[in-house]
C-alpha cells in the first residue's frame, strides 16, 4: 500500500491572513486522518510564515497521527525536532524569498554536516528523509549521510505536465517521470525508502504512484485547495482513491 502523508501547511497559510486562531492545523490533521492520511507533514519554516512551534507541539499532544516534520537542516530546526520526536524529520532546502520549496537538497554540497545532522537525529529516534533532486549523485550522497528515506522532488515533473497540457504521454512528461523513477529504484538499491512529493495533483498523481516501489506520497497544496470547495476528508479520501486505484492497476500489470 502506498501511504498517503497530508501537509496542512496551507490551513496554517489561511490563519496567518488574519492571524488569528482558525482555521486550525490541529483539525486539519483530525480531519485528513478520517479521511484515510496515514500521516501529516507540516514544514516549520523558519521564518514560521505558517505552520508555528505551537501547532507542531499541539500536533503531537493531541493527535495520534504519524508526523513528518519538514525542516532547514540548522541547529534550532534539530533541537525542535529532538523535543518533538516526529516519526520522521525531513530536511529540506530553504530561500527566505520563495513561494514554495524550489528545489532538492544539495547533499553532495555539504555531506559532513548533514550526516551530523542526522546522526543527532538518529540519537533521537527520529528517522531522517532528505528532499533531493531525482539526480543519482544526490542519492548516493543520501545513503552516505545515513538518511533512511529519499522524498524525490516530483516539482519538475509536475511543472512538465501542466506545461503539456496535463498530456501524460508528452515526451517532456515521460522523461521527468523515468527521472523520478530511476531516482526511487536507486534509492531502493540502496536499502532506504522511496518518497515522493511536490506539487502532486488530482490530476498528476496516478503516472508517479505506479512507479514501483514507492511508498508515501506528501501532498498538500491541491488537497487543501479542493478542501474548500468539499471538505478536507473528501478531498483527502478521493487522493487516496486514486493513489489506491493506480497502484493496483500497476500491481495488476506488472
Ligand atoms: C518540501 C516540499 O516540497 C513541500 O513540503 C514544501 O516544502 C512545503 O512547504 P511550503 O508549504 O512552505 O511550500
Ligand atoms: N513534501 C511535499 C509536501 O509535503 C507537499 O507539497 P505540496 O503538495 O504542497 O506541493
Redesign the pocket.
Known amino acids: 500500500m502506498i501511504e498517503l502523508g497530508v501537509?496542512i501547511?496551507?490551513v496554517a497559510?489561511l490563519r496567518q491572513a488574519r492571524r488569528t486562531w482558525e482555521p486550525d492545523p490541529v483539525w486539519a490533521a483530525v480531519e485528513a486522518h478520517l479521511g484515510g492520511a496515514d500521516g501529516i507533514?507540516v514544514?516549520l519554516?523558519e521564518d514560521r510564515?505558517?505552520?508555528n512551534d505551537s501547532d507542531v507541539r499541539r500536533l503531537r499532544e493531541l493527535t495520534q497521527v504519524k508526523l513528518n516534520l519538514?525542516m532547514g537542516a540548522t541547529d534550532e530546526m534539530v533541537d525542535i525536532a529532538c523535543a518533538l520526536k516526529p516519526e520522521m524529520a525531513?530536511l529540506?532546502p530553504?530561500g527566505r524569498h520563495?513561494?514554495?520549496?524550489e528545489g532538492g537538497l544539495d547533499v553532495l554540497a555539504q555531506e559532513a554536516r548533514l550526516k551530523d545532522v542526522v546522526g543527532r537525529l538518529a540519537d533521537a529516534g527520529i528517522v531522517t528523509s532528505v528532499?533531493i533532486d531525482a539526480e543519482l549523485p544526490q542519492i548516493d550522497a543520501a545513503g552516505r549521510i545515513g538518511a533512511r528515506v529519499c522524498?524525490i522532488?516530483t516539482?519538475p515533473y509536475a511543472h512538465a505536465f501542466h506545461d503539456a497540457g496535463r498530456d501524460a504521454e508528452s515526451p517532456a512528461v515521460l522523461l521527468e517521470l523515468d527521472k523520478v523513477r530511476r531516482a526511487g529504484e536507486a534509492a531502493c538499491g540502496l536499502g532506504m525508502r522511496f518518497n515522493a512529493?511536490?506539487?502532486l495533483n488530482y490530476y498528476n498523481v496516478e503516472p508517479i504512484a505506479r512507479l514501483a516501489g514507492v511508498r508515501e506520497l506528501?501532498i498538500?497544496?491541491a488537497i487543501v485547495s479542493r478542501s474548500v470547495f468539499i471538505g478536507l476528508r473528501a478531498a483527502v479520501a478521493e487522493m487516496k482513491r486514486l493513489i489506491r486505484e493506480a497502484a493496483a492497476h500497476a500491481a495488476h500489470r506488472a
Request: hydrophobic residues 20%; without cysteine.
Open positions: 501537509n501547511d496551507h497559510t507533514t514544514h519554516r510564515r505558517h505552520i519538514e525531513m529540506v530553504e520563495e513561494v514554495t520549496t528532499f522524498e522532488h516539482g512529493g511536490h506539487a506528501h498538500g497544496h
